[in-house]
């Protein structure tokens, strides 16, 4: 064979080597596309190659559609921001996402922070120093996102890059023009700290390191809890240098000193961005706010929201007053009752200690509840009254202690004492334990509920320094608690009750059932949460604790050997039960809308409004009684219905049932801590709500949707 011949094969075999080589790179560079008529979404590198140890960056890209918008951060009055999770062997690091600056995208009356056009979300990905030349680094992410125009839609996608590991990196050049150009554009740190003060009702930001030609001047800070986003920022010029003057959001909080956030500006025309950190004034972060109508347009706090400290207390105690009528409440407050009628026959100074164990107990539980709640808040996310059954184990763990109550009320079992206290004994009246273990589980029992004045009291306390909230939590424990100290005080009032005797046996299996009924529903809550692999889950639980019970009994009369394998056997099932419980009982999407209710968004309240639609809004949950009951008494009775069709009432749904932070941030507006809140939006654009009691009746639905639409039924109906 002629040199010619080998020299053609040998350039033959390189292009081959060459061209077969280009899709290696191009897949490590750039991961497939993730495409929607709204969004395409791509993780792209800067390397096509890496060396160990290597710091690289990637970028997921977005391309919007016109029109459309992704968030930020800070996602406004709306939204929410891109997330991505990532999965990455052993060694590899990747950072948190390198924000871009927002703009501000107007939605009347909301004003939202995010992006159009294409963004690119930096991340830096760190490789582990033990790979070798020759190995493979795959990155993996799942990332979701909220697109919207006129409406909002969820989306997400998977995305992988595999890159080649070598001696030396090799740059992928197009993808690191990209990515460089990206991080160019990204916010730098500013050279100064700005300074938050109170300005009046108001609030001012001092910039001293901006030129004073800077002009197009808006600060956006990564607090949502901050600054009302749809109000006007005035940039003022004064000896400090240039203020910015900010109106107070509705919902104000501070968790600490030192804040952040992107000031965006224009200078000699060119646009700018600085990353800034703010110092606030000491007094902001204990103050509460001014009385003094600070709002956004559409949806204004609540005349009961400007609650004065001693104000909330009343209101507070009252609510747990009331609370105690609640069905889930009742049946655990009967049978202490009728232990206390037991016990009044032999000795009354018993009745008064077993009364301030019960107080004491729900004391204890209600301060829990409130360090969870503050300290909840101090970490910037939203949670309320009832938050912990929006997690579907919590609410199955819940229905298995209701089975189980039920079933040694009928005296199916009674298990020494590490079991009495959620069974036999609430009413016994003997053992001391009982008795502070009755209070915290009649508190656990009454999550579900939310009693008149009591929405309003924990929505003040939540917005409140944390010894006022505090305090507000003990008031609304000792107006819980109120009734049975008032019994154990009053023995005269349990001797009216007739003597014990078998009647009391005969009751105590009757309440029982309440305690059945109880675990039912907290079943159908997990089914609504968690669809069927819920009630699984939950049936499964249920099993679970019979059978330890059963195993418990079985071998507590043996030997040291069986009583060791029971209570081995029986941790083991729970474990098993309990890992199969969080791993099943995962939380879905919940319910739309159907033919008559939409879901609920503050731009679906807004484009109702513009199209001259009157607007109720239902925030509830499923696992929230006050709400279900409600809707039994008054939203789904025909007449109301017959009244929303005539009148052209849109019926929105704001389903809490599992977590969702864009209605955590609008109950927060109204000062409440949780559900329900009903709202009534006129049919003029941009008018504020009414709020109607939490207690509804059919008549006053039909009112307030007569006052929203400007219409009178009857008068309208008598007119020639």
């Known amino acids: ?80 921001p891109t997330r991505i999770e990532w999965s990455l062997p052993k060694g590899t690091v990747a950072g948190d996402i390198q924000w871009p600056a927002p703009k501000a995208i107007p939605f009347e009356p909301l004003v939202n922070y995010g992006f159009e056009g294409t963004v690119y979300l930096l991340v830096d990905v760190t490789a582990p120093r033990d790979l070798k030349s020759g190995d493979r680094l795959t990155l993996t992410a799942n990332a979701s996102w909220l697109v919207c125009e006129k409406i909002c839609i969820p989306e997400d996608g998977s995305f992988s890059l595999d890159i080649p590991v070598q001696a030396a990196s090799l740059p992928d050049a197009g993808a690191e023009q990209r990515i460089a150009a990206a991080r160019a554009a990204l916010p730098q740190p500013a050279s100064f700290t700005a300074k938050l003060a109170a300005d009046g009702d108001n609030l001012s930001l001092v910039l001293p390191g901006l030129p004073p030609s800077a002009s197009d001047l808006r600060f956006f800070p990564l607090s949502d809890t901050l600054i009302d986003h749809a109000a006007s920022q005035t940039k003022q010029l004064g000896k400090d240098g240039l203020t910015l003057q900010l109106v107070r959001s509705p919902a104000f909080k501070i968790a600490g000193r030192e804040l952040s956030g992107i000031v965006t500006y224009r200078d000699r025309n060119e646009p700018r961005a600085l990353s800034v950190r703010v110092d606030a004034d000491p007094a902001l972060a204990t103050a509460p706010v001014a009385n003094s109508a600070v709002a956004v347009a559409a949806s204004p706090p609540p005349p009961e929201s400007r609650l004065t400290f001693w104000t909330a207390l009343v209101f507070a105690f009252a609510g747990g007053l009331i609370l105690n009528l609640m069905p889930c409440v009742l049946p655990v407050l009967f049978i202490k009752a009728l232990g206390f009628a037991q016990a009044a026959q032999a000795s009354p100074r018993r009745v008064r200690e077993q009364g301030i164990l019960f107080l004491l107990g729900v004391l204890a539980t209600f301060a829990v509840l409130a360090g969870l709640l503050i300290g909840i808040g101090a970490f910037g996310a939203s949670a309320g009254w009832g938050y912990q059954l929006q997690s579907p184990p919590i609410v199955i763990a819940l229905a298995v202690v209701m089975v189980l109550i039920g079933l040694n009320l009928l005296g199916a079992f009674e298990i020494g004492a590490s079991i009495q206290g959620i069974g036999h ?109 819920g009630l699984l889950a939950a049936l499964s639980a249920v099993l679970a604790a019979s059978f330890i019970i059963w195993l418990l009994r079985t ?56 199209e001259g639609r009157p607007v109720f809004v239902n925030f509830t949950a499923a696992w929230c009684i006050t709400c279900l009951a409600n809707e039994r008494v008054a939203l789904s009775r025909e007449d109301v219905k017959s009244v929303f069709a005539e009148l052209g009432i849109a019926y929105l749904k704001a389903d809490w049932t599992n977590r969702d932070p864009v209605i955590a941030r609008k109950l927060a507006e109204y000062r409440r801590a949780g559900v329900p809140l009903y709202l009534f939006y006129p049919a003029t654009k941009g008018a504020q709500a009414e709020v109607l009691p939490q207690l509804l009746t059919a008549n006053m639905v039909i009112k307030a949707a007569e006052r929203a639409a400007g219409r009178n039924i009857k008068a309208a109906a008598n007119d020639p």
């Open 425 to 533: 004994a609430l009413s016994d009246h003997k053992n001391r334990a009982s008795a502070f273990l009755t209070g915290a589980l009649a508190v656990v029992v009454a999550t579900p509920c939310t009693a008149p004045f009591m929405g309003a009291a924990m929505g003040f306390a939540l917005t409140q320094p944390p010894a006022t909230a505090f305090a507000v939590f003990i008031a609304l424990a000792a107006g819980f608690a109120c009734p049975v100290v008032a019994l154990a005080f009053a023995p005269g009032w349990a001797r009216l009750l007739p003597k014990p005797g078998r009647w009391m046996l005969v009751l105590k299996q009757a309440f029982s059932f309440p305690m059945f009924a109880t675990a039912i529903w907290l079943v159908w809550v997990v089914t609504v949460q968690a669809g069927t692999n």
């Open 1 to 80: 064979m002629s040199l010619a011949v080998v020299g053609k094969v040998l350039l033959r075999l390189a292009v081959w080597v060459c061209v077969a080589a280009m899709p290696i790179a191009a897949v490590a560079a750039e991961s497939a596309s993730v495409t929607s008529p709204r969004v395409t979404a791509t993780l792209i590198a800067n390397r096509n190659a890496i060396a160990p140890g290597e710091r690289f960056q990637v970028a997921l890209v977005q391309d919007i559609a016109k029109g459309w918008h992704t968030y930020w951060a800070n996602p406004g009055d709306s939204g929410e």
């Open 555 to 610: 071998t507590r009369q043996g030997t040291t050997t069986a009583r060791t394998f029971g209570a081995i056997a029986s941790l083991a099932v729970a474990f098993a039960a309990g890992f199969y419980v969080f791993q099943a009982a995962v939380p879905t999407t919940t319910s739309g809308q159907t033919a008559n209710i939409q879901t609920w968004t503050p731009e679906r309240v807004a484009a109702l409004q513009s």
